[in-house]
């Protein structure tokens, strides 16, 4: 299925529900199209309600005496996304284990459900990178304005040494900026890659080759779910550090 191809989730919406569509594309002042739901949009709602419905499937399961495998698997998750935030970030990093928690596991479910034939991966969408990567920049901003204070927060862009402030707020401002521009093409980039890598050979061959890039896919899927989690800590830690 190629990425412009129109895939038989968006098909069933454009076809049933073009008008919820184009209200939503009126609220964010866009233009409003026949067939208003993109392959990446419905994705993210499939997503989104895969996540509901397995939380809602934990919640009442959770046992301290006998954790079922899907409690297993989330507190393997959770002790992962701990001691990387506590690595990384170290003392008071465990604050912030809500947001690294949902973010690993959602970029995580969007970028493996491209596996499943008829579906694809909505990180394969430059839009939804770059949600993801807008949603960490304002998030360690905040977070940064709410440990130090505004104007303490804007201090560090000064730099430790005040006479060279003049050089180090454009520099500072313009590595800032770049950030998720930097986490959003890594992101689309290597899943879109990916992706294609395996259609490509699943067209040769419907064996051995497609099983073997669908476990690259994988592994592939994990790391950048990985590398864009351990980047949020990093731009966190960065703006929760105290100077000493």
Not at 19 to 27: F, P, R, T, V, Y
Not at 100 to 125: D, H, K, V
Not at 162 to 177: D, G, K, R, T
Request: hydrophobic fraction near 55%; include cysteine.
């Amino acid at each position: 299925m190629q990425h412009h191809t129109e895939i038989w989730l968006a098909k069933v919406f454009n076809d049933n529900l073009p008008g919820l569509g184009n209200s939503i594309l009126k609220i964010l002042h866009l233009p409003t199209e026949a067939r208003p739901w993109a392959n990446f949009m419905v994705m993210e709602l499939l997503v989104m309600v895969l996540i509901v419905v397995l939380f809602a499937i934990l919640r009442p399961r959770l046992s301290v005496d006998r954790p079922g495998k899907l409690q297993q698997t989330f507190e393997v998750i959770y002790e992962f996304v701990i001691g990387q935030s506590g690595d990384v970030i170290g003392h008071g990093g465990e604050k912030f284990l809500s947001y690294f928690g949902s973010l690993f596991i959602f970029i995580l479910i969007c970028n493996l459900i491209g596996i499943i034939p008829g579906l694809e991966s909505p990180t394969m969408a430059p839009s939804v990178t770059v949600g993801c990567a807008i949603a960490t920049f304002v998030y360690y901003n905040v977070v940064g304005v709410a440990e130090h204070g505004p104007l303490r927060y804007a201090a560090h862009f000064a730099g430790p040494i005040w006479w060279l402030a003049w050089l180090m707020i454009p520099i500072e401002i313009v590595s800032h900026l770049a950030r998720p521009l930097s986490l959003s093409v890594r992101l689309y980039a290597n899943m879109f890659a990916g992706e294609q890598v395996t259609l490509v050979f699943l067209g040769l061959t419907y064996l051995v080759a497609p099983a073997i890039f669908m476990g690259l896919h994988v592994f592939v899927s994990l790391l950048q779910a990985y590398i864009f989690m351990l980047l949020s800590m990093m731009y966190v830690a960065g703006a929760v550090a105290h100077e000493h």
